[in-house]
Every structure is written in structure tokens, then in C-alpha cells.
């Protein structure tokens, strides 16, 4: 199946900083990708789905400046959770639909996430 | 609006024993479901899909699931459970009328005892 890489797989930063993390499509290209949040033992909330080129959606009651989504290639996207504070601690994961030939394969392939720690 | 429900937290399994994860969906129009499964500290791997044509499908791992459109189910089963199979599993719907994101259930957390 395809592979969606996920950087880093774990990050402990200082409250007040900000953290970036990295999401590739490693043989397909993604036109849209997906983060997700996830709490121990939760299923995946979504918070924001990024389309190649354009401004990323987020979910209701998701902040759009605090988790900042660039998606600046077909096979690349970004989060930077910006001034990170303790509750913003949790596990990160990333998604790629895969998309060939101008329809949409119907699958979302998943990063192997980030967990975040904040201090 | 889509949605999926697992109605069981946790599924205890002998190993050897066939297994069955519950899901079963609401959806306007035509279901795309789908399971994926989740290790610890890890990202979710996809098992298998249903989109239309034979209600039985066949996944990786051994896996499969019966879509049962008369009671609105996507079970997911396999005959012969092996330790290596404990983990989290979550079913999803995608949503076409919302950009085509996937809605996730709750998760089962399936545990296969030797």
C-alpha cells in the first residue's frame, strides 16, 4: 500500500515554543491530507483537512492560529502547533488520500503519528 | 450526517477462536466503510474497504468483513484470531457531503489471549 512518513515520532518541547510537524506521501501524490488528534484510548478527532495550494479547512472548534497547516506540495504537508502549552500534549496523526489518474482511489493512508509532549 | 458506532469497548478473544469486531453505520446514500486497526503508539493501517459489489470483503491480516445492508452493519471477522492481532480497531464512514473525510467510531480494543 502506499506510505505516508511522519516527522518527528516524538517531541517534548517547552511551553511557549512552537513545534513543527511533517507529514510526506513517500510514492503517490496527495492532493489532500487529513490531521487528526488523538487521546489515549480515543478515537481520532479531525481537526483540519488541507488541499495542495489552498488554505487548509478546520474543524468547529479547532483554532486556525494556534495549529498552522501548510500544504505546499502534492506530497507534502505541515503542522506547527504554535506556542505550545501542556493541554496541547497529545498524539498527532497525519493522513493522504490517494488520488491517480484524476479519481480518487478512496483511501486514506496514515502517518505513524507524533506524540507530543509539552512541558 | 454519516456516522458509525462500535458498540463494544473491548472484545476478549482465545487465540484460535474466530473473532468479530462490531460496527454498524447511518448514512445517507450509498456507505463507503471502512476499517483500519492501530498498534500502540502507532498510526492506523488500513484493512480493508467496501464500496460496492459483494457484500463479503477481504482484507489484509486475514481479516474480513459482511456489509448487511438490512441491518446496517460492516462487522469485521476472521476465522482463526493469533495474539498478534490484539490492538485497536476503528470503522469508518467516509462522507462525500463533507468533502469526503472519514468519520471514525469509538475503537474496540480487541485482546486475543494464547
Known amino acids: 500500500g502506499a506510505v505516508v512518513s511522519q516527522h518527528p515520532s516524538w517531541v517534548i518541547c517547552k511551553s511557549g515554543t512552537s513545534v513543527k510537524i511533517e507529514c510526506r506521501s513517500l510514492?503517490?501524490?496527495?492532493?489532500?491530507m487529513f490531521w487528526y488528534r488523538q487521546f489515549p484510548k480515543q478515537s481520532l478527532m479531525l481537526m483540519a483537512t488541507?488541499?495542495?495550494?489552498?488554505?487548509?479547512?478546520?474543524e468547529q472548534g479547532v483554532e486556525k492560529d494556534k495549529f498552522l497547516i501548510n500544504h505546499a506540495s502534492l506530497t507534502l504537508s505541515t503542522l506547527t502547533v504554535t506556542s505550545a502549552h501542556p493541554e496541547d500534549s497529545s498524539f498527532y496523526i497525519c493522513?493522504?488520500?490517494?488520488?491517480?489518474?484524476?479519481?480518487?482511489?478512496?483511501?486514506?493512508?496514515f502517518g505513524a503519528g507524533t506524540r507530543l509532549s509539552v512541558l | 450526517a454519516q456516522s458509525v458506532a462500535q458498540p463494544e469497548d473491548q472484545v476478549n478473544v482465545a487465540e484460535g477462536n474466530p473473532l468479530t469486531v462490531k460496527c454498524t453505520y447511518s448514512v445517507s446514500g450509498n456507505p463507503y466503510l471502512f476499517w483500519y486497526v492501530q498498534y500502540p503508539n502507532r498510526g492506523l493501517q488500513f484493512l480493508l474497504k467496501?464500496?460496492?459489489?459483494?457484500?463479503l470483503v477481504k482484507g489484509s491480516y486475514g481479516f474480513e468483513a459482511e456489509f448487511n445492508k438490512s441491518q446496517t452493519s460492516f462487522h469485521l471477522k476472521k476465522p482463526s484470531a493469533l495474539v498478534s492481532d490484539s490492538a485497536l480497531y476503528f470503522c469508518a464512514v467516509r462522507d462525500p457531503s463533507q468533502g469526503g473525510k472519514l468519520i471514525f467510531g469509538q475503537g474496540t480494543e480487541l485482546s486475543v489471549k494464547p
Open positions: 488541507s488541499n495542495e495550494g489552498s488554505k487548509a479547512t478546520y
Open positions: 493522513s493522504a488520500r490517494v488520488q491517480q489518474g484524476g479519481g480518487v482511489k478512496n483511501i486514506q493512508y
Open positions: 467496501y464500496i460496492t459489489g459483494d457484500n
Open positions: 510514492d503517490f501524490q496527495a492532493t489532500t
